[in-house]
């Protein structure tokens, strides 16, 4: 199934499965069974006919919703080795951690509420009748150190548009991990049918500011005293690019 596909299903047993497990994430077979009223013959017709239809997939008697958007990619700069992918559930901690040690450096206001998303919802992926949420990570030896993230709402009047965030740990930056995510993010977006991104940061964050500049970025709107902190308030400015 693909992030920008809207899940449909034929009976509500398969809709009330498949909601179950895009909701945590990940669920062990026999507990799914366990919380949904249907005879075990029921169970298993429903699930295979979800994971036939390419809705869950299954490994070791886990079960996860079956998303494809990206293969693995590796890459080289300065000596340094990192691979690209699409994030998974394994990533949550890695991605928290990463996040707010992004987020620890510089005011991220919108990447610090997608981290509160993820520690709330328990859960990497999203994909829903309401809204589709992607990562892919970078990682290092197995380690992630940056990620990028879209958010799809599946609203039809705001389909043509998404937003994404990006982020490196400090430790990795100058080595492009954070220019490539930022690019795998872009690509994915246009190949998908998006017309344009956007990216929001306060005005002190300079440095993201800039980053997103020298990438093609423009400002397409500033909101006046939009952000708190430190006691002050700050002007959010909102970055597009146009695919």
Known sequence: MGATERPTFTSDAKRRLYEYVERNGTVKRHKLLDVVSLSSDEFQAHLEGLKADGY???????????????????????????????????????????????????????????????????????????????????????????????????????????????????????????????????????ANGYRKLYNSVPITNDRALEFLTHHGWDTEAIRRDHYAIDGELVDEVMMAREL
């Open 56 to 190: 869950l997939q299954e490994e070791g008697g886990t079960l996860q919703i079956a998303l494809e958007f990206g293969a693995v990619t590796k890459h080289e700069r300065d000596g340094v080795e990192f691979v690209i992918r699409p994030g998974r559930q394994s990533d949550f901690d890695g991605l928290i951690e990463t996040i707010r040690d992004v987020t620890s450096e510089e005011t991220y206001v919108v990447a610090e509420t997608i981290a509160e998303e993820l520690l709330y919802e328990d859960t990497v992926t999203r994909h829903n009748t309401v809204k589709s949420r992607v990562f892919f990570v970078a990682t290092i030896d197995g380690e992630v150190v940056g990620w990028t993230h879209l958010d799809l709402p599946q609203i039809e009047q705001m389909h043509g548009t998404a937003q994404q965030t990006v982020g490196v740990r400090e430790a990795h930056r100058g080595h492009g991990i954070g220019s490539k995510l930022l690019s795998r993010g872009l690509e994915w977006a246009e």
